[in-house]
């Protein structure tokens, strides 16, 4: 697929909003904007899936094995270190249980014992729990036909969404698998079959729904309303729908430096935690100013998380796309 660099800019500054909203959270005050950009990756996640499916066809196998391959290294390795801080005292509020490390590791959504919230070892893991649920339901599609695949999303979706309405399930998976934020995925998707029949917009009206997105994030931060997924998932959608059509339009070119930090934008996502903690223990011995440490930890959460693309990220890739690999994949290809 060849790359969409409003996309890979969307990536970018949404990891970038999520680590403000991380560091100016822990140092006790509130960005809440920046968790906007878990809309941001959701919208962008279904939208990149479903033209990548269309554009490289796999089977549901080997699509749900080089989505395991995409997430799963890193993120096993960042809640091992976790895991391993907990045992060693680093992490005081972190409690574990066996169950729940092993729930976390198999992205199966369950309540924390430190807390008792749904969330994983790694607490931003929590999207990930959603993602795997999308890929498993994107790889069912995978078995239809390429006409019935779409109708299948929406309904299955629809259903899950549906049951979330009617009753208040108890179980944390259920629960987590029937929010309204799953629809974020299905919207990228109607966004990813919108660009590939062409049904965009032209350059004033993709300028135009950009801007009406960001006014609209704008918006909610400035009154303090909820950042909730019925006015975040189609402001997301809209920024979205608005870079690619801005894009198709000729109106968007490289910038290296957003496209790279587009390209780490996972690894940020999953290491940022790690560098802020670090800095926010260093400013509690050191009487740093809070102003100074916002920024500290936003630029250490962001340069860990580029460090760890280039450490940890991309050799795990490299290792993973090594022949014996790439030759067990090939060999569940459709033909």
Known sequence: MKTLYGIQYLRAFAAFAIVVFHAVERNGDHFSIGAGGIDVFFVVSGFILWVK??????????FLLERL????????????????????GLFPNLRLTNSHVLGS?????????????IWPVLVQGWTLNLQVFFYVLFAGALFLPRRWRLLFLTVVFGGFFTVGLMVQPASAALFTYTRPIILEFLGGVFLGELWLRRWIAGTSLGLACVGASLAGFATIFMLGASFDES???PLAMALVYGMVSLETDGSIGRVPLL???GDASYSIYLWHTLAISLVIEIARTTGMSPTLTILAAIVAGTVLGAVAYEAVEKPLRRLLSAKPFRRNALARRPS
């Open 105 to 117: 590791l198999f992205f199966i959504p369950m309540h924390s014992p430190s807390n008792g919230e």
């Open 53 to 62: 499916s269309d554009r490289r066809p796999v089977t549901p196998q080997v």
């Open 259 to 261: 496209t790279y930090l």
């Open 69 to 88: 391959r995409r997430i799963g290294p890193s993120y096993w390795l960042v809640t091992a270190i976790m895991v391993a801080g907990a045992v060693a």
């Open 231 to 233: 006015l975040c998932g």
